[in-house]
């Protein structure tokens, strides 16, 4: 039997994203967000909810652009730490060691070390509660080499992004591999 819980922000998995932009004097900032996730193919866009309190919010109205850099298991302490600090009080590259990389094709940074970075272009602003949604057309993707798989397409067990639940505050590895998309329910079509 089922337990109802209420309305609650559960969704598996959650992704952990640094989004990357500049503020009004350009100094780089980053903050994670794990409300966001792609949103459309063609465009490729993704979406990310941020709070209007957060530093970045205002950047992101100003400058329109934003980048998402994931972090891989071994930055699991920078990736928590950037969302635990306000970049208004804190120079969060400075803090961790990290370092902002200047975006190729949009003005904004991207977190060098983080294996997977997507150059985004606000293209939507919704107004949803507490948060507010950026759409953002993804303009380019960039992958270490050394995580790509014998077909140069990202291989998650290289990249080993990891995930966070909202509800218990806890950070999860990728698990492991369960069949192939668009394959394994074949055997029920009728």
């Known amino acids: 039997m089922k337990r109802t819980l209420g309305a609650r922000p559960i969704l598996f998995p959650t992704p ?3 989004v990357g932009t500049y503020d009004k004097d350009g100094k780089p900032n980053v903050m994670i967000v794990a409300w966001g996730g792609i949103c459309c193919s063609q465009p490729p866009s993704v979406a990310i909810s941020v709070r209007k309190a957060t530093y970045t919010y205002s950047s992101l109205m ?7 850099s994931i972090p891989s ?5 920078e ?5 635990i600090v306000s970049g208004r009080q804190e120079d969060k590259f ?14 904004a940074p991207y977190v060098k070390e983080f ?9 939507h602003i919704t ?6 949604q950026f759409i953002g057309e993804i303009v380019d993707v960039k992958v270490e080499e050394d995580k790509l798989d014998e077909n140069k397409r990202p291989d998650i067990e290289k990249i ?12 999860y590895a990728t698990g492991r591999f369960l069949g192939k998309a668009f394959q394994a329910g074949k055997e029920l079509k009728k």
Do not use: M
Request: hydrophobic share 40%; with cysteine; glycine share 4%.
């Open 16 to 18: 952990v994203l640094a």
């Open 62 to 68: 100003e400058k329109r652009v934003f980048t998402i």
């Open 73 to 77: 298991e071994e930055h699991l302490k």
């Open 79 to 83: 990736a928590d730490y950037f969302g």
């Open 94 to 107: 400075q803090a961790t060691g990290l370092t902002p990389e200047r975006a190729e094709h949009i003005d």
């Open 115 to 123: 294996p997977v970075v997507l150059e985004c272009r606000v293209t």
């Open 127 to 132: 107004e949803i509660g507490l948060h507010t």
């Open 160 to 171: 080993k992004p990891f995930f966070f639940v909202p509800e218990t505050r806890l950070y």
